[in-house]
């Protein structure tokens, strides 16, 4: 059992409250996920050269003041810290960033990287990882999060939600596959690399593979129908979309309310009821293996 949650912003001045928004949201599924929590959250897109990192440095203590100015050496680069994760900006190419971060500090991780996304996840109760990492004060046109209760994999950080592939791409999962091995052992002799033995990340990184091939995200979420198996909802962001589905028994619960200013998502009405004008929302339960996208 996992709680999902999702939320939309159509209105712009209301996009400056999104945090403030999601939190209630998310605490509100903690008794279906009480082990960790995380938030991918998209913000106003770089210019086309600009990418940002999410770092995770875990219990090393990192001076990110450090951390920057040695970067600095290699290209200008800005930092934005909560504690021990971070927000790394820079003009430099991907592959160069990639590089030295492997080679100069190899005890971070790399949440996501892309244009768009911030990412924060960790153990620890969604209200006490919420505090940590400041989600109250987060701003943007929508966020994907998620709260974990684990049941087939191990209770660490880079086991929590949600999950990245690619720039710019997150996938949640309320659920379990039951062929994750078989998607690792079809996508792996084609050069992808697994991080983790957790089943969501199979999903998420078939959906990014198929994407990179060319697919849109629907064509992808349709191909996703075919190839993952198991019973599922998945909440997914990019850039410019944000996109729901269920299997085909519909399993997993899901519940979303829709106004003139919102979409928003969660496993259980509970965590939409303080959001403003819900009752006058059009609140539906999605169906069965239908695609649900909606665009910033």
């Not at 019973?231 to 028994?249: H, I, N, Q, S």
């Amino acid at each position: 059992m996992c709680g999902i949650v999702g939320l939309l912003i159509k209105t712009e001045p209301l996009r400056d409250s999104l945090g403030e928004l999601l939190v209630p949201m998310l605490v509100g599924m903690s008794d279906r996920g009480p082990d960790s929590a995380g938030l991918a959250v998209f913000t106003a897109t770089l210019p086309d050269s600009y990418r940002k990192y999410s770092l995770y440095a875990g219990n090393y203590s990192i001076d990110w003041t450090d951390l920057t100015q040695s970067f600095n050496q290699l290209g200008k680069a800005t930092i934005d810290p909560h504690g021990n994760q971070a927000v790394l900006m820079t003009d430099q190419p991907p592959e160069t960033v990639k590089s030295w971060l492997k080679e100069t500090y190899p005890q971070l991780h790399l949440l996501s990287a892309g244009r768009t996304i911030d990412l924060y996840k960790d153990t620890g109760k969604p209200s006490a990882v919420a505090d940590r990492y400041g989600f109250r004060s987060l701003k943007g046109s929508h966020a994907v999060g998620h709260t974990r209760m684990a049941t087939e994999s191990a209770v660490t950080p880079a086991h929590a939600h949600p999950f990245t592939a690619g720039e710019d791409f997150c996938l949640v999962h309320n659920g379990s596959l039951s062929n994750p091995n078989e998607i690792r052992r079809k996508l792996e002799p084609r050069g992808i690399h697994f991080e983790t033995d957790n089943d969501t990340e199979a999903a998420c990184r078939f959906l990014e593979y198929r994407m990179r091939e060319g697919d849109d995200l629907e064509t992808a979420i349709q191909k996703g129908f075919e190839e993952l198996d198991g019973f599922y909802t998945f909440l997914m962001g990019t850039a410019d979309k944000l996109a729901l589905v269920r299997d085909p028994f519909a399993c997993k619960p899901a519940i979303v309310a829709e106004t003139d200013d919102y979409v928003a998502i969660a496993s259980e009405f509970r965590s939409l009821a303080h959001l403003p004008n819900v009752n006058q929302a059009n609140i539906y339960e999605p169906a069965p293996e239908e695609m649900y996208v909606w665009t910033v």
